[in-house]
T-cell receptor, first 113, second 115 residues
């Protein structure tokens, strides 16, 4: 059974700092990995998706890397802003068609002005 | 594109009542998923459909829960009878299996409170 772990559970940083969120998964036979953001009381917003054949994806100040063999992914946020405050969730899918996502418990990020 | 649309946004009901949650996936997406989020268990997959056919309902808690997808543009999740422990945020998500690079899109969720 796939298990996804995110470290740290919570993180508080001053504005402008670069930071790294970590995600690990137990079964390396994944199809893709997706990072989401969830604001309090809101739904999930997709940030980045990495296919199993890829090593990283970038979008603006966000960079996600994937090391499938070691079962790890990181989400790097450059020059953090108070608007980045949210819970960040990592999720992996296994099968290729219509597959389920297995989520980590998330990292709650607070960026202080 | 209006995204994945869920209704209602909030639902408060009394124990024992029937609750129906609704979802309209993104047009062209052929996979639809129902997730439940609670503080204790995080996000759990309840059921998912491919091309309107239920594929895996192993996450459905018990017989009180049922889901249908009568066509490609509509799905319902029904709880009958509802219990206080069903209180959670229920999310619907969709994706296109033909476009795996585009991942999953989630709706805004339905916050269910059973009193």
């Amino acid at each position: 059974k796939q298990e996804v772990t995110q470290i740290p559970a919570a993180l508080s940083v001053p504005e402008g700092e670069n930071l790294v969120l970590n995600c690990s998964f137990t079964d390396s036979a994944i199809y893709n990995l997706q990072w989401f953001r969830q604001d309090p009381g809101k739904g999930l917003t997709s940030l980045l998706l990495i296919q199993s054949s890829q090593r990283e994806q970038t979008s603006g100040r966000l960079n996600a890397s994937l090391d499938k063999s070691s079962g790890r992914s990181t989400l790097y946020i450059a020059a953090s802003q108070p608007g980045d405050s949210a819970t960040y969730l990592c999720a992996v899918s296994r099968e290729t068609s219509g597959s389920r996502l297995t989520f980590g418990e998330g990292t709650q990020l607070t960026v202080n002005p | 594109d209006a995204g994945v649309i869920q209704s209602p946004r909030h639902e408060v009901t009394e124990m024992g009542q029937e609750v129906t949650l609704r979802c309209k996936p993104i047009s062209g997406h052929n996979s639809l998923f129902w997730y439940r989020q609670t503080m204790m268990r995080g996000l759990e997959l309840l059921i998912y459909f491919n091309n309107n056919v239920p594929i895996d309902d192993s996450g459905m808690p018990e017989d009180r829960f049922s889901a249908k997808m009568p066509n490609a543009s509509f799905s319902t999740l029904k709880i009958q009878p509802s219990e206080p422990r069903d209180s959670a945020v229920y999310f619907c998500a969709s994706r296109s299996t033909g476009r795996p690079n585009y991942g999953y899109t989630f709706g805004s969720g339905t916050r269910l409170t059973v009193v």
